[in-house]
C-alpha cells in the first residue's frame, strides 16, 4: 500500500463529521465546509493519494479519522486512515465465514460504515456486524445471516440513540434489526413483509417523541420507533427493489425508486392467486410451476426473481408479490413527515415519474431536487411542487451512476461509474462547469470536509482541496 503526499499544506481544523453513508443524516450535504475546487484530480488539486485494497463502500469521517471498508480475498476490512496526511493508521480484518450471492455490481465490502462519534460500526453481508473503537480496537461482533436476496444485502447501517440500525431485506424473512452500541446485543428485531431491497434508512427526529427509522421496502416506505422497532406509519406505492436512500429536508422525505419493467404505461393486471390456480394449476398441486403458467401472465425476467423461497414453484405469497410488481409504478415521492397508520393519502405531497434514477439517492440542495439517471440523465425539481426545472444529457459523462450526488459552495458534484466527476452549478437552471476524469471506476459517494472532498475510486482514496 503506498501514499502519495502531493502537498505539505495540512489541515488540522476539521468542520463537521461525515459519520455515515452521504454524511449527516444521509444529506449529501456540508453548509459550512467553505469553498471547492471545479477542477481537480487525479493530477490537480490533489492534497493526497493513498492505494487501498478493492470495495465500494464510501468514506466515513470522525475526528482526524478516515473510516471505511475493503475486501482482500475472504477477508473483510476496516480501515482508519489520517484525515490530513492520508496515512493508514489501522487495518483490522474478519476472515468471512460464507460468501453471499450478490450480483456482478455489488461488492462484500459495499456496504459503508457508521460511527457514533467513539466507535466505528461494519456490516458485511458475509459475516455480519463488527464494532471497533476509533484505535481499532475490536469491541464486539454479530453474526448475521446467511441471507436469500435475489442481488446481495447491501444497506448501510445507521446509528440512532445508542443502537446500530440496519435493515436486512431478503426475499424470505426480512427483518430490521436494532443492536445494542455498547455490548452487540439484539434491542429488538422486527420482521418486514418485504422482498429484496438495496436501500440505507435514515433517522427521523420529530418535534415530539422518539426517533424514527425511515426504511424503504419493497411497495411500501415505513417509520419504525427508534427505541423498541415497532411501525409507526407508512407510505404505499413504492416499487420493487429500492435501491436509493431517502433523504430529509425541511420535514419532507424525498424518495426516489426504480425498476425494471416499472415505468409509467408498463403497468400489467394480473389475476388474483385463486383465479390463477383454477385455470393454470394442471396437476391441482395447489402451485404454480412455470410451464403451468400461461404466456401472458410469465415473467419478464428469470423466473428465480420471482420464485422467491426457491423451491421452483409460486405459492400464494409469491404470486401477490409478483402481481405487486407487474402493477407498480416508479416515483420519486416527496412526503410529509409525521402520522400514524397508513398516510398515503394524506402525506404524499407529489410524485414526480420521468428520468429517474436506479441506484443514487436525490440531492435536496437549497429547494431544489437534484436527480441523475444512467445515461447522464440530470434532472432539477423544484423541491416544494415537483416542478421540472431543468433536465438535460451532461454531454462528456453520458454513463451510468451509482455513486449519489453531494452539494458544497455552490456546486453539485456527480460521479460516474467510470470516474468522471462532473460539476454543476447549483441552481434550478444548472450549468456544467467542469468535467474531471479519475480514468478509474467509482461506485462509492465522496465525503465532504472543511476544504476537502474524498474521492474513493477502485483502488485509491483521493483528498481533493485548492
Not at 69 to 87: F, I
Not at 135 to 153: C, D, I, M
Not at 363 to 368: E, F, I, P
Amino acid at each position: 500500500m503506498r501514499i502519495y503526499l502531493l502537498s505539505s499544506i495540512a489541515l488540522t481544523v476539521f468542520a463537521a463529521d461525515w459519520p455515515q453513508f452521504r454524511g449527516l443524516n444521509g444529506s449529501g450535504l456540508c453548509p459550512a465546509c467553505g469553498e471547492f475546487p471545479a477542477t481537480f484530480g487525479p493530477a490537480k488539486n490533489v492534497v493526497w493519494k493513498t492505494d487501498l485494497p478493492v470495495g465500494k463502500s464510501s468514506p466515513v469521517l470522525v475526528g482526524d479519522r478516515i473510516l471505511l471498508t475493503a475486501a482482500e480475498g475472504d477477508n473483510l476490512v476496516t480501515m482508519s486512515l489520517n484525515r490530513t496526511t492520508g496515512k493508514v493508521e489501522w487495518k483490522r480484518s474478519i476472515a468471512a465465514p460464507k460468501r453471499e450471492a450478490q450480483h456482478p455490481l455489488n461488492h462484500r465490502a459495499a456496504p459503508t460504515p457508521v460511527s457514533d462519534g467513539k466507535n466505528v460500526y461494519a456490516f458485511f453481508a458475509d459475516f455480519g456486524l463488527v464494532a471497533y473503537d476509533l484505535a481499532g480496537k475490536e469491541l464486539w461482533r454479530l453474526p448475521l445471516g446467511p441471507f436469500n436476496s435475489q442481488h446481495g444485502v447491501v444497506g448501510s447501517p445507521v446509528y440512532a440513540d445508542g443502537r446500530v440500525v440496519l435493515v436486512c431485506d431478503q426475499d424470505t424473512d426480512a427483518f430490521i434489526i436494532g443492536v445494542d452500541a455498547a455490548t452487540g446485543k439484539v434491542a429488538w428485531k422486527s420482521p418486514r413483509n418485504v422482498i429484496n431491497g438495496y436501500s440505507t434508512p435514515l433517522v427521523y427526529r420529530p418535534a415530539r417523541g422518539p426517533a424514527q427509522i425511515i426504511a424503504p421496502g419493497s411497495y411500501q416506505l415505513t417509520a419504525y420507533s427508534a427505541v423498541d422497532g415497532e411501525q409507526v406509519w407508512f407510505v404505499r406505492g413504492l416499487t420493487c427493489q429500492p435501491k436509493s436512500a431517502p433523504t430529509i429536508a425541511d420535514n419532507i422525505v424525498y424518495f426516489s425508486g426504480w425498476t425494471t419493467g416499472n415505468d409509467a404505461g408498463q403497468q400489467v393486471d394480473l389475476p388474483p392467486f385463486d383465479e390463477v390456480i383454477a385455470k393454470a394449476d394442471a396437476n391441482r398441486d395447489g402451485k404454480l410451476a412455470q410451464p403451468e403458467l400461461p404466456q401472458p401472465w410469465q415473467p419478464t425476467g428469470s423466473w428465480r426473481a420471482i420464485d422467491l423461497d426457491r423451491d421452483g414453484f409460486l405459492n400464494e405469497r409469491e404470486w401477490t408479490f409478483f402481481r405487486t410488481r407487474r402493477a407498480s409504478r416508479n416515483g420519486l415521492f416527496a412526503i410529509k413527515m409525521g402520522g400514524t397508520g397508513d398516510v398515503t393519502d394524506s402525506n404524499v405531497l407529489w410524485r414526480f415519474e420521468k428520468s429517474l434514477p436506479d441506484v443514487p439517492s436525490p440531492l435536496v440542495y437549497n429547494d431544489v431536487v437534484y436527480l441523475i439517471r444512467n445515461g447522464g440523465i440530470a434532472t432539477a425539481l423544484d423541491a416544494k411542487s415537483g416542478r421540472v426545472l431543468k433536465q438535460a444529457r451532461l454531454t462528456g459523462a453520458l454513463e451510468d451512476y451509482y455513486a449519489s450526488p453531494i452539494g458544497v459552495d455552490g456546486k453539485v458534484y456527480m460521479a460516474s461509474e467510470h470516474g468522471k466527476v462532473v460539476v454543476l452549478r447549483a441552481g434550478g437552471d444548472w450549468e456544467i462547469l467542469a468535467i474531471n476524469d479519475f480514468d478509474s471506476d467509482i461506485y462509492a459517494t465522496p465525503a465532504l470536509d472543511h476544504g476537502r472532498m474524498y474521492v474513493r475510486t477502485q483502488n485509491a482514496l483521493y483528498a481533493i482541496g485548492k
